[in-house]
């Protein structure tokens, strides 16, 4: 029988003499019908002690080639009179169904931070718009099925703001994040961290908080759309086709790794691909235009994307409407929807200031906001309106859900071979059986080598057998001698072939390769560089360790033959540096065998269970 990979996978780096690490893997009136408010008294808020958790697993190789694998103060200024506007605006006194259904974002994520007294209320109320639309009429999702293989995907990359991710789970119908679910935000034992962690909470796709990292990630998980469309869609039987969506603030947007990352989407065309920048103006030292005047659209212009504008984000929800159909037209390129938005809309003494970024409202702003939204319900009380209109949508997911099984069952008469590798790979992602017996042997008699040439036969190895392993390097593919020789390379024109060419980018590699694996859909993802670089990429790696992601991160050039090159590119306390990153699993093979061995014992040859992290 196959052997199932674990959920806990890992992350592996093979190095120098040769190293490894592993990883267990707000809105005015419009047409629609008028609902009138209800009146009732907010309760009292409660405050509690904030708590935090974590999760477990990644692996790393290394020497002469190294391979790591990962289960992977207000400022007074001109703002003020914007922000008074603002507030006037946010003023009602009827409201529409898309008024209602955002305001229940909002207010849950208010309550909940205000319970928890910690976490970041500002951002959901600003980005409150954007989550309705998306979940509540876009994507394409089933509650009851969280995995299905083609759901829409969704990544939170402002990740401190996930308070809005948790509202939207819970009124689409997730089991995963019921209502005590959010009273319990942030506490010891949730289901609702302080950040997004995809090993928690079904419904999330990737864990974010290191700003950056999640766009890099919805990078990785639109080409894992691209390439798996590219092999298995056949004329009317598409069975891989849904979009990758990611809200992303300012903080992302300075980040180094959204550059590398985001660079790399638009050279590959990723036109199912959707960014929404929350444009917001803030971040925790005030507003950026203390530190970030650049021209965020003209950039992305550069990268190739395709950059749409949303002036008024708080209130215009038609715009942002017409500009996810305008999106979705541009097949080519990546979009970025730059959205205008105030932070901690609607409260009237802390919205467009850093006091709405990361800290409760309190109760007495709270009051005062729900009177200025016109909010007439209590703590933790959403309209069954509300519910009713999410539900709906999370209805109609299923009944696409139902008709992928329809078509599916239909691909399965008419492409038996690949329907059999689909089945096997990507939605039960079990190995085949005796994969491992294509792993090279080497006998005392054979010649010695250096091991990145040994890592190179491995890959070569498992290349051949397993269609579902892709990957690539930072520019250093024969120096790490990680190209594969049964496969060309993956680009605009060719998301069939499995050779990614990453750049110099060796954190956006990283971000991306976790991502592949992340998409649970059965790619075995690997990503190389030396292996002093990835100092240039640790937050990806212990990301992947956390994530539980499962990458494959393999590293060259760790032993003291590289002298020449000097103390920059030595290695000396970067494998101990590694090791101390808590379930990354490193390996430092030492000849071919144990570089077999080291491939072998990767996780993904174990059986992959979700365990419970609690």
């Not at 091991?451 to 390097?473: K, W, Y």
């Not at 059965?522 to 190389?528: D, K, N």
Request: charged share 20%.
């Amino acid at each position: 029988m196959p052997t199932k990979r674990s959920q806990r996978a890992t992350a592996a780096v093979v190095a120098g003499a040769a190293a490894t690490m592993l990883a267990p893997s707000f809105v005015g009136p419009s047409a629609s019908s008028k609902l009138s408010a209800v009146t009732s008294a907010p309760a009292p808020v409660a405050a509690s002690a904030p708590a935090s958790g974590v999760g477990a697993g990644a692996s790393i190789l290394g020497a002469g080639a190294a391979a790591l694998a990962a289960t992977a103060a207000v400022r007074p200024t001109k703002r003020c009179a914007k922000k008074d506007k603002a507030v006037r605006l946010a003023t009602a006194t009827e409201v529409d169904v898309d008024t209602e259904c955002i305001n229940a974002i909002r207010f849950l994520a208010v309550d909940a931070v205000n319970k928890a007294n910690s976490g970041h209320p500002g951002a959901p109320m600003g980005q409150a718009p954007i989550g309705y639309l998306l979940f509540a009429e876009e994507m394409q999702y089933n509650p009851e099925d969280p995995k299905w293989v083609n759901r829409d995907r969704f990544v939170l990359s402002s990740g401190h703001g996930c308070m809005l991710q948790y509202s939207l789970l819970h009124l689409a119908g997730y089991d995963s994040v019921s209502i005590d679910d959010i009273k319990q935000f942030r506490q010891w034992g949730s289901k609702t961290p302080g950040h997004p962690e995809n090993f928690e909470t079904d419904g999330i796709e990737v864990t974010t908080g290191p700003l950056g990292m999640g766009i890099s990630n919805a990078v990785g998980l639109a080409a894992a759309e691209a390439h798996l469309a590219a092999v298995y869609n056949k004329p009317g039987m598409e069975l891989i086709d849904h979009y990758t969506y990611t809200i992303a603030g300012d903080g992302c947007m300075q980040e180094g790794i959204s550059h590398e990352a985001c660079a790399y989407a638009g050279h590959l065309g990723l036109g199912k691909l959707i960014a929404f920048y929350d444009d917001n103006g803030i971040t925790i030292d005030g507003h950026t235009d203390l530190s970030f005047t650049e021209d965020v659209g003209k950039r992305f212009e550069a990268y190739g994307w395709q950059v749409l504008e949303v002036p008024e984000g708080n209130t215009d929800v038609d715009a942002i409407r017409k500009a996810i159909k305008e999106a979705k037209a541009c097949t080519d390129k990546p979009t970025l929807i730059k959205v205008k938005t105030t932070i901690g809309f609607g409260s009237p003494n802390k919205a467009d200031s850093h006091d709405a970024h990361g800290a409760p409202l309190g109760a007495d702003e709270a009051e005062a906001t729900r009177k200025q939204l016109g909010w007439n319900y209590g703590e933790f009380e959403v309209p069954d309106q509300v519910y009713d209109t999410f539900r709906k949508h999370a209805k109609a997911g299923s009944e696409k859900q139902a008709a992928w099984n329809k078509m599916w069952k239909e691909y399965q008469e008419k492409e038996p071979e690949l329907a059999a590798q689909f089945q096997r790979a990507v939605m039960d992602r079990k190995l085949p059986d005796n994969w491992t017996d294509a792993l090279p042997k080497v006998t005392p008699e054979d010649k010695g080598k250096a091991t990145r040439l040994h890592s190179q036969d491995c890959l070569n190895a498992i290349a051949n057998v397993l269609p579902e392993f892709m990957g690539g390097s930072a520019d250093l593919a024969p120096s790490n001698m990680t190209l594969m020789k049964c496969t060309g390379d993956f680009l605009k024109d060719s998301y069939s072939e499995r050779n990614m060419r990453f750049g110099i980018r060796e954190f956006g590699m990283g971000a991306v390769s976790n991502a592949l694996s992340l998409d649970k859909t059965g790619i075995i993802p690997y990503c190389a560089t030396f292996t002093i670089f990835t100092d240039y990429m640790r937050g990806a790696i212990r990301i992947a360790a956390l994530s539980q992601a499962g990458t494959i991160f393999v590293t060259t050039h760790d032993s003291i033959a590289v002298g020449e090159d000097g103390p920059t590119h030595q290695p000396i306390e970067t494998i101990p540096s590694l090791r101390l990153i808590p379930d990354l699993t490193v390996m430092r093979p030492a000849d071919g065998n144990e570089t077999a061995g080291a491939y072998k014992s990767m996780p993904w040859s174990a059986p992959r269970t979700s365990p419970d992290p609690r």
